[in-house]
């Protein structure tokens, strides 16, 4: 039985700049340490600055965990229980955030990805690298992944409702996620999460005219999941629709994948084919998604007890 008081979530995500002067640290966070090429320094400026250099996506989390601690507060549950926000790449970080849990008592992190569909990819990026850490420091800690978003029905509800707000009869929905330099075979679970409740969600809207793309494609490796949101606008295209709304169901909240890499290069490719572009609402920090999340911790805070 673990003891609540000595327990902590860690919420989980890839991170970003919080100011322009953060853009090179950030990018040496994402190459491992290692100057980036001069590439990434243009092509990352290039996006940020469609933002005025602050992603949204700093606040969105943030508001996610006060929204989960307003839950608890409000139903009296799991007093003691830290919750905190921490990061792959950007401050504070997974493994420095566990070793100072670690140094202040704490005997049990649990560690919440902020994305939606379970994959290997998931675990190796945000458990493995933590369990290494403990493993190699000794650390008196356990820790134990929360999955299970895309699972949950409120989930499905909470994007079938946004799309229902933009979707026409004639339209084609693109359910979108970020493609990984990984091959199918090593991917098998993440791409049946986006096939399945693509389906179902297109089932509940009662259309028919409805694909899966992936999106995001990285400059590096050879591997990457496809087929690619391209690809499937071609044939979007060569099927006569003249509106693409997209659905990035693979994603939970508003960032530069979603607000450049759909809203601005893929919408300018929709476009130059003669077609309309739409996107479907991210939820974001709604009250809906704070729900759903802090259902998840509710069920594996009890199981603990």
Known sequence: ????????????????????????????????????????????EKKYSKVNYISPSGQIIKDLRVGIEKLMKAKGQFEGVQI????KHW?????????????????????????PLRGRSIYDSYMLPVNEYVAANNLNITTELISGISLQKSFKNIWTNSISRVLKETDYLLFTAHSLPRLKSEEELYIRDLEENSRDMAKELKIEH?????????PYGKN??????????DEIKEAGYKRVVTAPIGFMYDHLEILYDLDILF????????????RAESPNSNEQMIKLLYTLIEESLMFSE
């Open 84 to 87: 905190v926000n921490a990061f």
């Open 91 to 115: 401050k504070p970080s997974l493994v420095e955030t566990t070793r100072n849990f670690a140094e202040n008592g704490i005997e049990n992190v649990k560690i919440l990805p902020l994305f």
């Open 210 to 218: 409805y694909g899966t793309g992936f999106q995001s494609k990285g």
């Open 224 to 233: 990457w999941l496809g087929p690619s949101i391209y690809d499937v606008l």
């Open 1 to 44: 039985m673990a003891n609540l008081k000595k327990t902590a979530i860690i919420l989980a995500s890839y991170g970003s700049p919080e100011s322009k002067d953060d853009l090179l640290e950030y990018l040496r966070e994402v190459f491992n340490g290692r100057d980036p090429p001069e590439f990434a320094v243009r092509d990352t």
């Open 267 to 278: 919408a300018e490719k929709v476009r130059s084919y003669g077609m309309e572009y739409a």
